[in-house]
Nanobody, 127 residues
Framework: QVQLVESGGGLVQAGGSLRLSCAAS????????MGWFRQAPGKERDFVAA????????YYADSVKGRFTISRDSAKSTVYLQMNSLKPEDTAVYYC????????????????????WGQGTQVTVSS
């Protein structure tokens, strides 16, 4: 079992920045890919970014490319999402997820394949 706890959400003006953190606990010694997803009110959950178990491979949704950066600190069992140039359309609940896999292909973009999920953190971007 792996437990995930997100933090770092909040209210920010358009053009501002936030850094989300996701701390993992439990059986973190296994190889896990990590992902960030978001869900806006009345919408489906969407993929945002993912990082392979080694950190060597990353994927981003087209809507956040060039603005968001995913990274991980394996020593701290923590994954980060640095969000810059935020827009009102980035407003959503952001979820961290873990997938037990050594694969590094685009399966990391599929939310249905993730094994564990955090509770989410709210990000609100005002115009």
């Amino acid at each position: 079992q792996v437990q995930l706890v997100e933090s770092g959400g909040g209210l920010v003006q358009a053009g501002g920045s936030l850094r989300l953190s996701c701390a993992a606990s439990g059986r973190t010694s296994s190889s896990y890919a990590m992902g960030w997803f978001r869900q806006a009110p009345g919408k489906e959950r969407d993929f945002v970014a993912a990082i392979s178990w080694s950190g060597a491979v990353t994927y981003y949704a087209d809507s956040v490319k060039g603005r968001f950066t995913i990274s991980r600190d394996s020593a701290k069992s923590t994954v980060y999402l640095q969000m810059n140039s935020l827009k009102p359309e980035d407003t959503a609940v952001y979820y961290c997820a873990a997938m037990k896999t050594i694969y590094t292909d685009t399966r990391l973009m599929r939310g249905s394949l993730y094994d564990y999920w955090g509770q989410g953190t709210q990000v609100t971007v005002s115009s």
